[in-house]
């Protein structure tokens, strides 16, 4: 059974939908901020990466020549470097890393490539600033899962060393939105349903191929990237996302790991500090990474 703490995610959700405008997916991003503890003992330092807003979350002790590299999530409508800053410090902090969360351009001025672009760009700012590549990690939450992904194939394709791991959670990577659970899951899930997350796919590509390899990663070409972990929550509409991108990973010769959480609802991570599910998912997280970045 799931706590009862994380029912605030599925309360919020449904909040949303019964409010003014709840016809349209664009939400009031102060919303995020109440799901999320503030975790203590970090520092957020703001700053720039190619001329756009982005936030170092910096855990007091942690490791400064290690860094987690973040997109936050938010369908490309919502959601900001500010609202996701805990969550992500939560997993910097349980790594014992810096965290560089990149923003960028909310549609309709952040449609693809930009988001792919600003993930890209935070990267190599991180090579130029004499981070090892072995030294980074990728991390994003539903759609900022997805550029991840892009800005690998742009690093490949520049000649750039490619980053330790990613971790993809809840991750949204099919802008064809033809998996089976968008169905199947249609009536657990708390806030998606396919027409939404079509609606939300064409607003992003703004006319671009669905099956482009730098907006779907299930189309990429990932041989040679470092290994993945995908989390995702057994009710969400877009669990089949994280399947496919883990069964597509794994005949990459990508090393994988592919958690599902019993009735959680989409970023469910979110909760981080004060559900129990969120803060075991951050923990699995942390504990798998650590090695992978030398600590």
């Known amino acids: 059974m799931p706590s009862t703490q994380s029912g605030a995610v599925a309360k919020l959700y449904r909040t949303w939908l019964a409010g003014p405008g709840a016809d349209e997916p664009i939400h009031d991003q102060r919303q995020w901020d109440v799901l999320t503890a503030e975790p203590g003992g970090v520092d957020y330092l703001e700053t720039a990466v190619a001329g756009q807003p982005a936030l170092w979350a910096v855990p ?39 965290a560089l969360l990149v923003g960028y351009p909310l549609l309709p001025e952040g449609a693809y490539p ?7 760009a935070g990267y190599r700012a991180l090579l130029d600033e004499g981070v090892s590549a072995g030294h980074i990690a990728l991390a994003g939450d539903s759609a900022g899962a997805g550029p991840l992904f892009g800005a690998q194939l742009r690093a490949r394709e520049a000649g750039l060393p490619l980053p330790a791991a990613t971790l993809a959670l809840s991750p949204w990577v099919d802008m064809e939105v033809v998996g089976a659970t968008m169905e199947t899951n249609r009536e657990v ?33 990932i041989t040679g990237f470092g290994p993945v972990f995908v989390q995702v929550g057994a009710h969400e509409v877009l669990l089949d996302d994280s399947r496919r991108l883990a069964e597509h990973a794994e005949k990459a010769g990508v090393e994988v790991r592919l958690d599902v959480f019993p009735e959680m609802q989409h970023t469910f991570q979110m909760m981080a500090g004060r559900a129990p599910e969120a803060d075991d998912a951050i923990g699995r997280l942390a504990a798998w990474l650590r090695p992978l970045l030398g600590l």
């Open 60 to 98: 007091h002790g942690c490791a400064t020549d290690r860094v987690l590299l973040c997109v936050h999530g938010g369908g490309f409508v919502s959601g900001s470097i500010h609202t996701h800053r805990k969550m992500f410090a939560h997993l910097a902090k349980a790594t014992g890393v810096r």
């Open 114 to 120: 930009v988001p792919v672009d600003r993930a890209f």
């Open 189 to 221: 899930e708390a806030l998606f349903n396919q027409p939404w997350v079509g609606q939300l796919a064409a607003g992003y590509l703004a006319g671009a191929d669905p099956r482009d390899p730098h907006a779907n990663a299930l189309h990429a070409d």
